[in-house]
């Protein structure tokens, strides 16, 4: 079955308030999942799996990377992810010592951080170069305008529905 529209018009262009009429296959989530899952197939777990690493791992890798020391409840946050399934790919890289546990600082909860070790940063460091370019690739398919249009749409969806919270 051919999804495509046969003109220049989507199956939004039109779209009212109650979405009357539009299938289930153009539904945002169904569209943004398939897309989803294509780009962890076809360009994250290449990358990651290379490296020894599950998406998650390197997405969990990567943040704290980035940051250096980031709270347990900022990687939860940051990663999209549930907290069961961050703490047990925490406990996966610490047990391979890409990352290590430590009690939070100035806090008056039990609260640990993540720090990324030095075997942590130096994979990182040979992933992100790889990641880096293998999302430019995809990105790149598009036009400069379309780039712009993609990411503002990104930010103008993201931010609305966390108001919504």
């Known amino acids: 079955m051919d999804r495509k529209p046969k003109s220049d018009r989507t199956p939004w262009t039109d779209l009212g ?16 999942s398939a897309l989803m899952g294509a780009l962890r197939r076809q360009v994250t777990m290449p990358y990651a799996s290379a490296h020894g690493l599950s998406i998650a791992e390197w997405r969990v890798l990567s943040l704290v ?28 890289l610490e047990q391979r010592d890409l990352l290590a546990i430590q009690p939070g ?40 305008d379309e780039r712009e249009a993609l990411f503002a749409i990104a930010e103008k969806l993201q931010a609305n529905l ?4």
Do not use: M, W, Y
């Not at 409840?73 to 790919?89: L, P, Y």
């Not at 966390?162 to 919270?165: A, S, V």
């Open 17 to 32: 308030p109650d979405g009357e009429n539009l299938l289930v296959h153009d539904f945002l989530t169904t569209r943004l």
């Open 65 to 92: 990377a980035h940051a250096g020391i980031l709270s347990f409840g900022d990687v939860v946050a940051q990663s999209s992810t549930d907290k069961a399934q961050v703490s047990r790919v925490v406990r996966k």
């Open 105 to 144: 600082a100035d806090s008056p909860r039990k609260k640990i951080d993540c720090v990324i070790t030095a075997s942590g940063q130096k994979l990182h460091d040979k992933v992100i170069v790889v990641a880096r370019k293998r999302q430019a690739q995809v990105i790149t398919i598009l036009a400069p």
């Open 162 to 165: 966390e108001n919504d919270r």
